[in-house]
C-alpha cells in the first residue's frame, strides 16, 4: 500500500515510516512542508496520506487545508490526520464532502501500533477513523430537538464507535453482545436518519457526518 | 394647556428648591474657608471629611438636575478616597483637583446661583400669569453654570484616567503573576511528575529485560501508558493558555469550535476582520469562553447565541442566554474575570440580566484590525 507522510518534526517523521514500512506500507514520498504535500498528494496519488495537522511555513492547520484541497481535485483520497489536539470542526470540515476514507487522530494514538495500523487501513478502505476524543465530546453534548435526539443511548453509543472506524465485529466486542444485535442497531441508526439502503460503507461514512454535524 | 401648567410649576419647585440648595452652597463655602483655617488646629480635619461629603451629595444633586435639564449626563470627577485614617483621606480630598474646583463652585453656586434662583423664583411666578411667554430661562442659565462649573477638567479627566490605568495594570500583573504560579504547579503535578514514572519505568524495564522479559513487558506498558497521560495534560494545559485553534483559525474559528463543543447549542454569527491581534484575538477568545461557561453552569439556558463583529476600532461580543437571568457581575467569579481581561483593554462588560432572564452579556474590546475584513459568515452548531 503506497503511502504519502508529512510531518515536520524530522524524529516522528523518521518513527513513522519506521512503524509504517515495517507493516507493509511503502512510503513513496515523506515531506516537512504544506507546498511539499499538496504537490505530493497530487503527482503520487497514494493509496492513503499521513498528515500531521500543523506544518510549516504558517504552523497552523496548513496540513488540514492541504488534503481537503487536495480532496476536492482527487475526490475521496483517504486522508488519515494526525495531530496533537483534535477539534469537532477540523473532523466536521475533513468529513464534508461526504466521499469518507478519512481519519483524524491524536498523535499519541500512534503508540498504540496495531490500532493505528488498523486506523490506516481503515482509511485506505473508504472508511473514517475518528479520535475517541472526537466522540467523547460529542457524548457530552445534551440531546436537543436534533436529528439523533431519536437515537436510544445505546444506538449513540454503537455510533461513537463506528465514528472511531471499529467494524460491526469490533464493536460487538467492546459491548460485549453479538455482531447480531450489532447489525440491529445499526440498521436501526440508518434508518432514524434516514439514510436508504445502499453499501453500507457509504451509509456509516453518512451516519458519522450526521453525528459530527448534529 | 394642563401641560403647559405641569411644566411651570416644575421650573417654579426647581426655582424653590434652588434657592434653598444655593443657600447651602453659600453655608458650605464660608464652612470650608473654616476648615482650612481650623486645619491648622487639627478639629479641622474631622470637620474637612464631613463637609466634602455634604458637598459632593450637593454637586451631585446639581450634577443630577443640570444633567437632565440639559440632555447631557455631567460625569462625576472625584477620585477614590483612600481607606485608612483621617489624615490619609483628608490629605487625598485636598490633592484632588476635583476639591478646588469644587470650593471655587460653592462660592459661585452661593452668589451667582443664588440670584439666578431668586431670578428663576420671580421669572416662574410671572411666568404662570403670562402664558404666552416662554418659560425657565433663568433655570436653564443656572444649569449652564452648574456644568460650567461641575463637569470634570481636564485635570480631573486626567488623574480620573490615570487611577484608572494604575488600578488595571495592578490587576492585570496580579493575574498574570497567578497565571504563570498555576501553571508551573500543574506541569510540576502533572506532565513532570508522569515524565519522571515513564522514565522510571523504562530504567526498571531495561533492567528487567533479560531476567524477566513478562515483568519488562508489563512496565513498557505502563511507560506508554504514563506518556499519554502527560500528552493529555500538556494539551489541556495549552488549551488554558492559548487553544492551538485559535492560533490556526483566529477567533471567529475558535469561537465556532467552542460552540460546536458546547452541551447547549449554540448559534454564532460573525463579521470580523480575519485576524485581529494576537492579544485582542485572546483576551476575547476567553472572555466569550468564560461567559459561555457561566451560561452552561448557571443559566439553565436552553439556547444561546454568539455574535461578534468588529466596527473598525473595537470588537464587540455578545452572549446572549434564553436563561433564568439574575447575573450579577459583582458576586459572581466568572463575570469579574472577564471585567479583568477586558479592563487591560480598555474594554468595557455590561451585563443585562433581569430575574427570569434573559441574560445578554455586552463586551466591548477596543482593537484596530490587521487584516481586511472578510464577508460575514454565520453558523448553528
Known amino acids: 500500500m503506497r503511502v504519502v507522510l508529512a510531518e515536520d518534526l524530522a524524529l516522528l517523521r523518521d518513527g513513522l515510516i519506521r512503524l509504517l514500512e515495517a507493516n507493509d506500507f511503502e512510503v513513496v514520498e515523506a515531506v516537512d512542508n504544506g507546498p511539499s504535500l499538496s504537490r505530493a498528494l497530487i503527482t503520487q496519488r497514494p493509496d492513503v496520506a499521513v498528515v500531521d495537522v500543523r506544518l510549516p511555513p504558517t504552523f497552523t492547520d496548513e496540513g488540514l487545508r492541504a488534503v481537503i484541497e487536495a480532496r476536492a481535485v482527487v475526490p475521496g483520497l483517504p486522508v488519515l490526520v494526525l495531530s496533537q489536539y483534535v477539534e469537532q470542526l477540523y473532523a466536521r470540515e475533513l468529513l464534508a464532502d461526504r466521499s469518507g476514507g478519512v481519519g483524524y487522530l491524536l498523535k499519541d494514538r500512534v503508540f498504540n501500533v496495531a490500532q493505528f495500523v488498523d486506523a490506516v487501513r481503515q482509511v485506505a478502505a473508504g472508511g473514517t477513523a475518528m479520535d475517541p476524543e472526537v466522540v467523547a465530546q460529542l457524548l457530552t453534548r445534551r440531546a436537543g430537538d436534533r436529528p439523533l435526539a431519536s437515537l436510544t443511548p445505546r444506538e449513540r453509543e454503537v455510533l461513537g464507535l463506528m465514528a472511531e472506524g471499529r467494524s460491526n465485529a469490533a464493536v460487538a466486542a467492546r459491548l460485549f453482545v453479538t455482531e447480531k444485535a450489532v447489525s440491529k442497531h445499526t440498521n436501526n441508526i440508518f434508518s432514524k436518519l434516514g439514510l436508504p439502503q445502499s453499501e453500507d460503507d457509504n451509509r456509516r461514512v453518512l451516519a458519522v457526518l450526521a453525528y459530527l454535524n448534529d | ?381
Open chain 2, 1 to 381: 394647556m394642563f401641560r403647559e401648567f405641569v411644566v411651570r410649576s416644575r421650573l417654579l419647585a426647581i426655582s424653590f428648591v434652588s434657592l434653598f440648595l444655593c443657600t447651602l452652597s453659600l453655608v458650605l463655602f464660608v464652612l470650608s474657608i473654616a476648615d482650612l483655617v481650623l486645619i491648622a488646629v487639627w478639629v479641622g480635619i474631622p470637620l474637612l471629611i464631613k463637609e466634602i461629603a455634604v458637598t459632593r451629595w450637593l454637586s451631585g444633586v446639581h450634577r443630577k438636575y443640570a444633567g437632565g435639564l440639559l440632555g447631557e449626563p455631567i460625569d462625576v470627577p472625584y477620585l477614590r478616597i483612600p481607606e485608612g485614617g483621617m489624615l490619609v483621606r483628608a490629605r487625598a480630598i485636598l490633592a484632588d483637583p476635583a476639591y478646588r474646583r469644587d470650593v471655587r463652585w460653592l462660592l459661585a453656586d452661593g452668589t451667582a446661583g443664588l440670584a439666578l434662583a431668586c431670578l428663576g423664583v420671580a421669572e416662574g411666578l410671572l411666568d404662570m400669569l403670562f402664558w404666552w411667554l416662554p418659560p425657565g430661562h433663568a433655570v436653564h442659565a443656572h444649569a449652564r453654570l452648574s456644568r460650567a462649573l461641575l463637569s470634570p477638567s481636564e485635570k480631573s479627566r486626567l488623574a480620573l484616567r490615570v487611577e484608572q490605568l494604575t488600578e488595571s495594570r495592578a490587576e492585570t500583573v496580579d493575574t498574570q503573576a497567578a497565571e504563570l504560579r498555576r501553571i508551573e504547579r500543574d506541569l510540576h503535578d502533572g506532565a513532570q511528575a508522569r515524565l519522571v514514572a515513564l522514565g522510571m519505568s523504562l530504567a526498571m524495564a531495561e533492567e528487567q529485560l533479560a531476567s524477566d522479559p513478562e515483568g519488562a513487558r508489563a512496565l513498557l506498558t505502563e511507560a506508554r501508558t504514563a506518556s499519554s497521560d502527560a500528552l493529555a495534560e500538556l494539551r489541556s494545559l495549552i488549551r488554558g493558555i492559548h487553544p492551538p485553534v485559535l492560533a490556526d483559525r483566529g477567533l471567529v474559528g475558535a469561537v465556532q469550535a467552542l460552540a460546536l463543543a458546547s452541551p447547549i447549542p449554540v448559534t454564532v454569527t460573525a463579521d470580523v476582520p480575519d485576524r485581529l491581534p494576537a492579544p485582542a484575538e485572546s483576551a476575547g477568545y476567553f472572555a466569550v469562553a468564560e461567559g459561555l461557561t457561566n451560561v452552561i453552569k448557571h443559566a439553565q439556558a436552553t439556547s444561546v447565541r454568539i455574535s461578534l463583529a468588529h466596527d473598525g476600532t473595537a470588537l464587540r461580543a455578545e452572549v446572549i442566554d434564553d436563561g433564568i437571568g439574575g447575573a450579577d457581575p459583582d458576586r459572581g467569579t466568572g463575570l469579574r474575570g472577564i471585567m479583568r481581561r477586558l479592563s487591560a483593554f480598555d474594554g468595557a462588560l455590561t451585563v443585562e440580566s433581569p430575574p427570569g432572564g434573559p441574560t445578554k452579556l455586552v463586551m466591548v474590546l477596543p482593537c484596530v484590525s490587521s487584516s481586511p475584513k472578510t464577508s460575514p459568515s454565520s453558523g448553528t452548531a
